[in-house]
């Protein structure tokens, strides 16, 4: 059973790369960066992560820094895989409600595992 969705987790990253406060919501919201189930997301989320507790401000232009910085960059999807996430955000303003749309996605994958 496939309990991913690439979509809702592209959108919650195009949040925090978008806006800083929605990417303080995500993180208050998330309880482990593992509820990114597609790999690359996951990775992107672990350098917003990263990029957040070096105190750097968060951007498609920084992220991309730090993961090339950490050669991860292929393993992210590349920048072309950077840019789709940027531009999957198709309603600002509900990171909270997607970051709980994840973590449930999260525990039904759990259960079922």
């Known amino acids: 059973m496939k309990f991913e969705n690439e979509d809702l987790e592209k959108q919650v990253l195009s949040a925090m790369l978008l806006d800083a406060d929605e990417?303080?919501?995500?993180?208050?919201?998330?309880?482990?960066?593992?509820?990114?189930?597609v790999p690359q997301n996951k990775i992107i989320a672990e350098a917003i992560r990263a990029t957040q507790d070096a105190g750097e401000p968060i951007s498609v232009e920084t992220i991309a820094a730090t993961l090339k910085k950490s050669n991860l960059i292929k393993e992210a999807g590349g920048?072309?895989?950077?840019?789709s996430v940027l531009s999957a955000m198709k309603k600002p303003g509900h990171v909270e409600i997607?970051?709980?749309l994840l973590i449930e996605q999260f525990m039904r994958a759990r259960l079922y595992a």
């Open 23 to 37: 990417c303080l919501t995500a993180f208050s919201v998330i309880p482990t960066l593992d509820i990114f189930q």
């Open 98 to 100: 997607h970051c709980r």
């Open 79 to 83: 920048v072309k895989y950077l840019a």
